[in-house]
């Protein structure tokens, strides 16, 4: 835990994969803003990172202006007009793989619409010079890296689902360690959206030949889904915690309302005291966890379909009472924590990537294809993956979904409808001007990932390299597990057992709780936090 932050005096990028935050960074030298800057870096990592970059996902975009306007850009995936509530179960009521796997599990995917209101809106560079870096690495292709490389080897669940499919295999699973990864179709495809604007996408030659495709292998996606589809700007989420107000990301994210409800419990409540990696603070934080996780079981969904009932959760007399509830030297069991009682309630493998432009303007943007390379298909003769984002649903409410998360009502699947999403792109500012600007990829342990960086930097005084590289906990109320990275020492793991805590062996569950990346503006010089448990880069100027 040693390394210095990336340093610039005027911009940053800091992405997960190095090429693309190059371009990012080009863009910036040439004069883009932070959104033209991210649109390029989207696109890219649709070529550059397959994993999780992409066109046919979806995500959030947050960005405020250097004058203080904000807005959240949502292109969060929608489910098709022919979804419906229990198309995930077989004829026993038992849920399938459907959600996860193949043609069936694809959203409407809203990224190249989000990039394109993004950049009409907010933009300053030409579309097609935000497009063409992209373009260059899909036609002229890039080295295959070691990290790369080793996601696709036999073995590795990523290799078992592309081999199911035979246009992913033939591009992803034919390129070894040191090759050079062209992608022509995909290349096609990015110069039709550079030459004809988004709206190919979702109703020109691109919407037919997606649409032709999903129907000869049983997926839902009409043209018509893909012509209505658009994404949407929403109020971002406002809130304080101790000098700094924290703007992020509303429903249909959870993770907003998550990290403000957490960050109002251990407001004043003292737990900084014993010190980062300390048992008493990991307890305390893991306690506030399993308060807030238990509501995102219950009450959070698209706030187009219910209501989510965000002033209530955000209330600071309800956040007091689940402070009180909160016993510093002993675990609650999960069982004896219900979804807190709001009163009347009238129910009716992600990237990200932040940015800071030379003016003060911030950028940061989570978009996914939900499980890392998505559903598994590469669309033939498009070049780009399908998500899996409608297993983001309570496909069964009650059931757990791909990251063990129980889910309700709220968030069950209705035609049009987006699922209930954990990506939660946050930005602070002190005294009028950005401080810190964050996100992370990692399902449901984005929100405790976001949260534990803030508090390595506010309250616990860390540099913001420091900061993301330092080891992580989870708590999400169900499973009663608190998950421990690697680095938190065997004493305080004794501790906290004796505290009541269960500590779910590394072993037996991917040990990582998020990879944040994050900047942080310390007096002028903007310092680049890339995470350490990927391969991501930092890089100003
Ligand atoms: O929106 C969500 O919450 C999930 N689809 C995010 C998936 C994710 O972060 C996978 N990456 N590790």
Redesign the pocket.
């Given at each position: 835990m040693a390394r210095q932050p990336a340093l610039g005096q005027h911009a940053m990028v800091v992405a997960q994969e190095p090429l693309a935050a190059d371009v990012g960074l080009a863009v910036l030298k040439a004069g883009g803003n932070a959104v033209d800057a991210a649109v390029a870096v989207g696109f890219a990592l649709a070529v550059t990172y397959p994993f999780?970059g992409n066109l046919g996902g979806g995500g959030f975009m947050l960005v405020r202006s250097a004058d203080g306007r904000t807005t959240f850009i949502d292109f969060r995936e929608k489910a098709p007009l022919s979804a419906s509530r229990n198309m995930y179960l077989d004829t026993g009521g038992k849920l399938t793989k459907d959600s996860i796997v193949g043609w069936r599990a694809c959203g409407v995917p809203g990224s190249v619409r989000g990039f394109g209101l993004a950049h009409q809106k907010y933009g300053h560079k030409p579309w097609a010079e935000l497009i063409d870096p992209a373009i260059q690495l899909a036609a002229a292709g890039y080295p295959v890296t070691y990290q790369f490389s080793q996601s696709l080897i036999a073995g590795t669940n990523s290799n078992k689902l592309l081999s199911q499919f035979p246009e992913s295999k033939r591009i992803f699973l034919s390129s070894h360690y040191g090759d050079t990864l062209t992608q022509p179709e995909l290349a096609a495809t990015l110069t039709r959206i550079r030459d004809k604007g988004p709206g190919d996408f979702y109703e020109g030659e691109i919407a037919h030949k997606l649409a032709a495709a999903m129907e000869a292998n049983g997926g839902l996606i009409t043209l018509d889904d893909l012509k209505q589809y658009q994404a949407v700007e929403r109020t971002p989420l406002r809130g304080h915690y101790r000098d700094y107000e924290v703007i992020t990301s509303p429903p249909p994210s959870s993770g907003g309302i998550g990290i403000l409800q957490m960050l109002g419990m251990l407001d004043g409540s003292g737990y900084e005291k014993a010190g980062a990696g300390s048992a008493a603070s990991i307890h305390y934080v893991a306690e506030a966890m399993r308060r807030f996780y238990a509501d995102r079981s219950e009450y959070f969904g698209d706030p187009d379909f219910v209501k989510v009932p965000g002033t209530k959760l955000l209330d600071p007399r309800y956040i007091s009472s689940r402070r009180a509830s909160i016993d510093v030297q002993h675990v609650t069991p999960s069982q004896q924590i219900r979804p807190g009682n709001l009163g009347p309630y009238e129910s009716t493998?992600?990237t990200h990537f932040n940015i800071v432009d030379s003016e003060g303007n911030a950028v940061a943007v989570t978009y996914?294809l939900?499980?890392?390379y998505g559903n598994g298909v590469t669309v033939p003769g498009l070049g780009f993956l399908l998500n899996n984002?409608m297993d983001?649903f309570a496909a069964k409410p009650g059931e757990e979904n791909m990251f063990h998360l129980i889910q309700g009502e709220a968030n069950a699947i209705q035609p049009g409808k987006r699922p209930l999403?954990?990506?939660t792109p946050t930005i602070l500012t002190h005294d009028g001007k950005v401080f810190m600007v964050l996100g992370a990829?990692?399902?449901?342990r984005?929100i405790n990932g976001v949260l534990q960086v803030i508090l390595n930097v506010v309250d616990f005084h860390m540099n913001v390299q420091d900061a993301v590289d330092w080891p992580r906990f989870h708590h999400q109320w169900m499973p009663d597990q608190l998950y421990l990275e690697k680095g938190i020492s065997p004493d305080t793991v004794a501790i906290l057992r004796g505290m009541g805590h269960k500590i779910a062996p590394y072993e037996n569950t991917n040990p990582v709780v998020a990879r944040v990346e994050a900047i942080v503006n310390d007096n002028g010089w903007l310092q680049g936090g890339a995470d350490g448990r990927g391969n991501a880069k930092a890089e100003g100027y």
């Open positions: 999780a493998e992600t996914t939900n499980g890392g984002e983001d999403s954990s990506m990829p990692g399902g449901s984005i």
